[in-house]
């Protein structure tokens, strides 16, 4: 989902009177495999919205994160 979908959405769930629940996950303090770990925690908390990023970007197993996060979600 890119950024004007999210806006999009967003302001539907407010004119709608609704609320979501989201994750903001920074790459450069969690592991591959912790993140399969939070992404079965998300499923199960029903999280909306799941945002990967951080200020620094140190790390640079970003995609790799986001593989071991989509191999766990739905």
């Not at 709608?16 to 770990?37: E, N, V």
């Amino acid at each position: 989902m890119g950024f004007y979908a999210v806006r999009s959405s967003f302001k539907q769930l407010k004119a709608d009177k609704q609320h979501a629940f989201a994750m903001l996950i920074d790459p450069d303090s969690i592991t591959p495999k912790q993140m399969s770990y939070l992404a079965e925690r998300c499923e199960e908390a029903h999280v909306d919205y799941v945002f990967l990023g951080g200020s620094l970007m140190l790390s640079m197993h970003l995609e790799v994160c986001i593989e071991a996060f989509k191999k766990v979600s739905k």
